[in-house]
């Protein structure tokens, strides 16, 4: 990303095939004119932009259900961005944050760090710089938008599972053969290899493999408690 034009491609465009929503950078300044500069930079490589010149405006306002970034100064009245960060993880808003401050120093900038940002630039910033640290920041915002979906299909996918087929599921990747779980719970090996296989088509699981990856994300794996 070396370019304007290329990193306009870049963020602009990603995972179109997964998201059909565009990123949204919101930008929160006390500053009017850096607002303005930011907006005109975003825009002219095609991102959609939200404006605040408060945190207490942005924690009044609905988020969009994109993937996302905010640009952040930390210096501000009432409400600093460190305050704002802190805000937003108690409501479990986890956003990419890039904070952005006239009076960078080291210790300010292990601070932000520490404290989750992805990114630390000082004023006055250079266009690619920024835009670089955006496109990074929406970047790694998709692939968490992406994940939260995917864990959100495994879960509507077990749901439909019955208490037999999450039990066998646990048990098999867990490491137990079909007849090791027929003998740990009482049911004849046919019946296991029964269950099994439908829970593999339930879960669109296309080996063994792919259901373990399934059992872990879900905390699942192993456990032989039946599940109600």
């Given at each position: 990303?070396?370019?304007?034009?290329?990193?306009?491609?870049?963020?602009?465009?990603?995972?179109?095939?997964?998201?059909?929503?565009?990123?949204?950078?919101?930008?929160?300044?006390?500053?009017?004119?850096?607002?303005?500069?930011?907006?005109?930079?975003?825009?002219?490589?095609?991102?959609?932009?939200?404006?605040?010149?408060?945190?207490?405006?942005?924690?009044?306002s609905k988020l969009e259900?994109a993937p996302s970034c905010?640009?952040?100064?930390?210096?501000?009245?009432?409400?600093?961005?460190?305050?704002?960060?802190?805000?937003?993880?108690?409501?479990?808003?986890?956003?990419?944050?890039?904070?952005?401050?006239?009076?960078?120093?080291?210790?300010?900038?292990?601070?932000?760090?520490?404290?989750?940002?992805?990114?630390?630039?000082?004023?006055?910033?250079?266009?690619?710089?920024?835009?670089?640290?955006?496109?990074?920041?929406?970047?790694?915002?998709?692939?968490?938008?992406?994940?939260?979906?995917?864990?959100?299909?495994?879960?509507?996918?077990?749901?439909?599972?019955?208490?037999?087929?999450?039990?066998?599921?646990?048990?098999?990747?867990?490491?137990?053969?079909?007849?090791?779980?027929?003998?740990?719970?009482?049911?004849?090996?046919?019946?296991?290899?029964?269950?099994?296989?439908?829970?593999?088509?339930?879960?669109?699981?296309?080996?063994?493999?792919?259901?373990?990856?399934?059992?872990?994300?879900?905390?699942?794996?192993?456990?032989?408690?039946?599940?109600?």
């Amino acid at each position: 990303m070396t370019t304007i034009g290329e990193t306009a491609q870049s963020a602009s465009r990603i995972s179109t095939a997964e998201v059909i929503v565009q990123p949204m950078v919101y930008v929160v300044d006390d500053d009017r004119l850096i607002r303005e500069t930011l907006s005109s930079l975003f825009r002219s490589v095609g991102l959609q932009v939200r404006l605040f010149e408060s945190a207490q405006e942005l924690l009044r306002s609905k988020l969009e259900d994109a993937p996302s970034c905010l640009v952040l100064d930390i210096r501000m009245p009432r409400l600093s961005g460190f305050d704002l960060q802190a805000e937003l993880a108690k409501s479990n808003i986890w956003i990419p944050i890039i904070f952005l401050t006239g009076h960078g120093d080291i210790s300010t900038s292990v601070r932000a760090m520490k404290a989750g940002a992805v990114d630390f630039l000082t004023k006055p910033f250079r266009e690619q710089e920024m835009l670089d640290a955006v496109t990074a920041a929406l970047e790694r915002d998709q692939k968490r938008c992406n994940e939260e979906r995917a864990n959100s299909g495994l879960r509507d996918r077990f749901s439909i599972l019955s208490v037999r087929e999450r039990q066998i599921m646990a048990l098999v990747t867990g490491g137990l053969m079909n007849k090791q779980v027929a003998n740990k719970i009482g049911l004849a090996q046919q019946t296991v290899k029964i269950h099994r296989g439908n829970l593999m088509r339930k879960m669109h699981a296309k080996s063994l493999a792919d259901l373990v990856l399934m059992a872990e994300n879900l905390g699942i794996r192993g456990r032989e408690k039946e599940e109600s």
